[in-house]
Nanobody, 122 residues
Framework: QVQLVESGGGLVQPGDSLRLSCAAS????????MAWFRQAPGKEREFVAT????????YYAEPVRGRFTISRDNAKNTGYLQMNSLKPEDTAIYYC???????????????WGQGTQVTVSS
């Protein structure tokens, strides 16, 4: 069983930066792709970014491309999401996910964290 724990969320102003972390545990995590999704109030969960096990493939949703960077440190079993130039529309609960398939689909991921709140407001 893989367990994922997110951290690093908070309240920031527009234009600020945040770095989210996702700490993973459990043997099945080895070889898995990781991703970040987000869910705003009243909206469906949406894909943000994904990264392959060897970090040789990354893919971003259009609204965050050029502002967010996904990365991972397999030695530390940790994934990251660096978020720059934050906008109010980035406000959401951010979830970390892991799975063998990867990609932008929610169903491609077997394991999910509990989420961390990011609020961007002046």
């Amino acid at each position: 069983q893989v367990q994922l724990v997110e951290s690093g969320g908070g309240l920031v102003q527009p234009g600020d930066s945040l770095r989210l972390s996702c700490a993973a545990s459990g043997r099945p995590f080895s070889g898995s792709a990781m991703a970040w999704f987000r869910q705003a109030p009243g909206k469906e969960r949406e894909f943000v970014a994904t990264i392959s096990w060897y970090s040789d493939y990354t893919y971003y949703a259009e609204p965050v491309r050029g502002r967010f960077t996904i990365s991972r440190d397999n030695a530390k079993n940790t994934g990251y999401l660096q978020m720059n130039s934050l906008k109010p529309e980035d406000t959401a609960i951010y979830y970390c996910a892991a799975g063998r398939i990867g990609g932008p689909g929610v169903r491609s991921y077997n394991y999910w964290g509990q989420g961390t709140q990011v609020t961007v407001s002046s």
